[in-house]
């Protein structure tokens, strides 16, 4: 009788720890995520701003506008339903303030995740795609705009408009 007694009070402070652990992981990206927006970027970028940088600095053909332009609105667009869907899982998030669902709060991070995922991945298709359509000399004009990206701030300020 008392180890049975000792055996369901281990099986369920092994529960009780597992609830605890979820419940404090969600809420900690529910923390997070509710930051987050008023930090970020804005997201998304504009395509047509980044080809007018690109082609200035890259000095593109107009070959290689018309293409890369292409790419980098292809790239926007399917990044449009994601960026919509991320914004509508943080607002299901942000909501279960009251009542907290930890299995559909498991279930939307995620989907969250593979939405970040996917992200990254896009961007990073898209970037190599660009490059491969750029002459060395190019690729090494990109390169050195690239690394100039967010210098000339002072740390921990918010960046403003750009002063292209």
Not at 51 to 58: G, S
Not at 79 to 87: I, K, L, S, T, V
Not at 97 to 123: C, P, V
């Amino acid at each position: 009788m008392v180890l049975r007694f000792i055996h369901r009070r281990k099986v369920m402070n092994s529960r009780t720890q597992v609830i605890l652990r979820r419940t404090a992981g969600a809420l900690a990206l529910l923390t997070t995520m509710a930051l987050t927006p008023a930090f970020a970027a804005p997201q998304g970028g504009n395509p047509e701003r980044m080809l007018e940088r690109m082609a200035q600095h890259v000095d593109l053909s107009d070959t290689q506008r018309v293409e890369i332009g292409e790419l980098l609105q292809a790239a926007a667009a399917e990044g449009a339903a994601d960026r919509a869907r991320m914004q509508e899982i943080r607002r299901e998030l942000q909501s279960q303030g009251a009542s907290f669902d930890a299995a559909a709060s498991e279930s939307l991070t995620e989907e969250l995740g593979a939405i970040t995922a996917r992200n990254a991945y896009r961007r990073t298709e898209t970037r190599a795609a660009v490059r491969a359509l750029l002459s060395e000399e190019q690729r090494a004009k990109l390169d050195a705009m690239e690394s100039q990206r967010g210098k000339g701030r002072e740390p921990g300020k918010m960046k403003g408009p750009r002063q292209d």
